[in-house]
């Protein structure tokens, strides 16, 4: 089936260690990016990439840094320099990254750091 | 300033009754859109609808129906005879054509639904 996947669901880590959430995606889109979800706040934009070996920083980066060497993954770490770094974390991808593009998600990482 | 309002928080309704989701939007562009996602307790967003800036035609797709006024700046959602499967936040997203690369959706704070059996 095509789709987005996200492991692990859950992932715990201790305070100051750098942790690496994993997005890989089969539907052949061009674009892919990451948000944070916190209660009440809505998603906010960390990072996206249009297109493979180039991402662009979103509204809220600092503490956080991708890559994307294929077309499929787009990983994201969470540095020990990211000061509230628990929350759930959803990945998605669209098309083309176009205005009129829809974007699919995954079903999302809960971070949570002890 | 945030580019999408969801003023309801939380709404809860008894299965049957019809609820309406408001959405109130803010941008400076003419060619935009619109989207709706829900979001069930699993935690995956799920696609719901796409409006463009240029059509405000209502659109309704079974029990679900959305009504879009330029003139209000809103793009609100109708859930007709609501069933508890409907329970979950609801988000509108607003996407601007000027942006360029990368197609940054604005997302408001999301509607928290429950449908009380």
């Given at each position: 089936d095509g789709g987005i996947t996200q492991s692990p669901k859950y992932l715990f880590r201790k305070e100051g260690q750098n942790v690496t959430l994993s997005c890989e995606q089969?539907?052949?889109?061009d674009a892919m990016y990451w948000y944070r979800q916190d209660p009440g706040q809505g998603l906010r934009l960390i990072y996206y990439s249009q297109i493979v070996n180039d991402f662009q920083k979103g509204d809220i980066a600092e503490g956080y840094s991708v890559s994307r060497e294929k077309k499929e993954s787009f990983p994201l770490t969470v540095t020990?320099?990211?000061?509230?770094?628990?929350a759930f974390y959803l990945c998605a991808s669209s098309?083309?990254?176009?205005?009129n593009n829809e974007q699919f998600f995954g079903p999302g990482t809960r971070l949570t750091v002890l | 300033a945030q580019k999408v309002t969801q003023a309801q928080t939380e709404i809860s309704v008894v299965e049957k009754e019809d609820v309406t989701l408001d959405c109130v939007y803010e941008t400076r562009d003419t060619t935009y859109y619109l989207f709706w996602y829900k979001q069930p307790p699993s935690g995956e967003l799920v696609f719901l609808i796409r409006r463009n800036s240029f059509d405000e035609q209502n659109e309704i797709s079974g029990r679900y129906s959305w009504n879009f006024q330029k003139s209000t700046s809103s793009f609100n959602f109708t859930i007709t005879?609501?069933?508890?499967?409907?329970?979950a936040v609801y988000f509108c997203a607003l996407s601007e054509a000027?942006?360029?690369?990368?197609?940054q959706f604005y997302f408001g704070t999301g509607t928290s639904l429950t449908v009380i059996p």
């Open positions: 089969n539907l052949n889109h020990s320099a990211q000061k509230n770094p628990t098309i083309k990254g176009l205005a | 005879a609501s069933q508890v499967v409907d329970s000027t942006q360029g690369a990368g197609n």
